[in-house]
DNA sequence: CAGTGTGAATATCTTCACAGCA
DNA sequence: TGCTGTGAAGATATTCACACTG
């Protein structure tokens, strides 16, 4: 159950508490207990009071004078976004992307359970892949029922991704993650998120123009 | 050569226009020659002033009372952003992810070709991956230099980031992705960039969580 | 007294609205 | 006439600065 004060709460805020959380297992990890917003700013490349705002949507989980409890903040924080508790994802693409992602237990560490993987070619269908084996993408819209996933992860080509989407929708799918390199559209009911990384390429590529606009490097 | 305006770009801007890219090839293949900021913006999902903004601030690209030619628009902004030539680019961690990203075309596609791969696990190490020979990662700052690259990809487990940072940073990089989870320190002159699509999960979780709260599918 | 929580100030980003050009 | 390019307005997001508390 969310508990949060009606203010909505900026989407650049929803990025940054996923990286707080990341950076609290491994201050955890480390033994640490108490952590600042200062230290915690540190780690994470922000601002201290960007944190503490931050938080503050949610609920005041700090002591002053003190810090957060490490282990205390990262449960609020989890709770806060509706992340205790385990999350059943489909994989639509099996191919080099989509086999990484089922592969990368980085899913399961943050929740994510993949229960089902489909493809559409059927050289592909019937394999095994991390324990699971693949079905025939047209079975979907039945199989996410049965299987009772909420979230859709689109690893196609960019020109079947729509179709994924389609399926996905059909069997009553509540939010798409799309690392295909297409727009979809979907009722506006589902979440969809997009992920790019090329576009990280393009910008790194960018930025290294600009430094050498500047002569940076010569 | 960087063609711009002596503002400066925002972030958010780079982004999109890396979509916007992605959206008139795709309309390239589709055999269309012509485009308007308004019908970009709703392929992309985006406003068209937005559109138009974005664009102005690398020069004037499009024809008043007709809009944009597809193919000279997309080779501005591949110019604009310095992606007019391919970029060299190292990959450090041969695992999961790493192993889809080399067998991945979309990198060559748009421009990047990986012309190193690296890993310190000795296992790894003399493995073919797409071509590639997979180094040891201690060769990185001689071999970077060999080769020529400007760009690396970490794609190792978070506690082998900073190492693989490290490295780099030795062979002269000069731009850094990063794909683990981890934050990584390197001199102010070097650009880094990271990926990290755990977090559209949590944010898809969320707003999913947010809508149950709303009723939405009650 | 160290460090949170927060209103107020600033900076940044987006959208509007329209002048101006093909 | 239709659609771009852009200043001005509006909306969001970030940072500052400090009152407040354990």
């Known amino acids: 159950m969310l508990n949060l004060k009606n203010e909505k709460i900026p989407r650049a805020t929803i990025g940054r508490l996923s990286l707080y959380v990341q950076q ?25 009071s960007q944190i503490r705002k931050d938080l503050a949507y949610f609920g005041e989980f700090g002591v002053r004078g003190v810090g957060y409890y490490i282990y205390e ?13 385990i999350w059943k994802v489909v994989l639509v693409g099996v191919g080099n992307l989509g086999r990484a992602l089922l592969r990368h237990n980085v ?26 084996e693949v079905m025939c993408s047209s079975n979907l819209p039945q199989k996410i029922k049965e299987l009772d996933a ?5 690893t196609t080509p960019q020109e079947r991704a729509q179709r994924a989407a ?9 939010g798409i993650v799309n690392f295909a390199p297409a727009r979809i ?9 997009y992920v790019d990384f090329i576009n990280h390429l393009f910008s790194t590529a960018f930025q290294i123009s600009l430094n050498q606009a500047k002569g940076m490097y010569s």
Do not use: M, W
Not at 32 to 42: F, P, Q, R, T
Not at 76 to 81: D, F, H, T, Y
Not at 150 to 154: A, D, N, P, T, V
Not at 166 to 174: E, P, S
């Open 73 to 85: 903040l990262k449960q609020a924080i989890k709770k806060s976004l509706g992340l205790d508790r």
């Open 107 to 132: 899913l399961i560490k943050r929740g994510f359970i993949v229960v089902g993987a489909f493809d559409c070619d059927p050289f592909k269908i019937g394999e095994e892949i991390a324990g699971l």
């Open 24 to 48: 609290l297992e491994i201050l955890e990890q480390q033994g640490e207990k108490v952590i600042s917003s200062e230290k915690l700013a540190k780690i994470c490349g922000v601002n201290p």
């Open 166 to 174: 389609n399926y996905l929708i059909k069997g009553g799918i509540k």
């Open 150 to 154: 909420e979230i859709g992860i689109i």
């Open 185 to 193: 559209t979907v009722p506006s009911h589902i979440v969809v998120e």
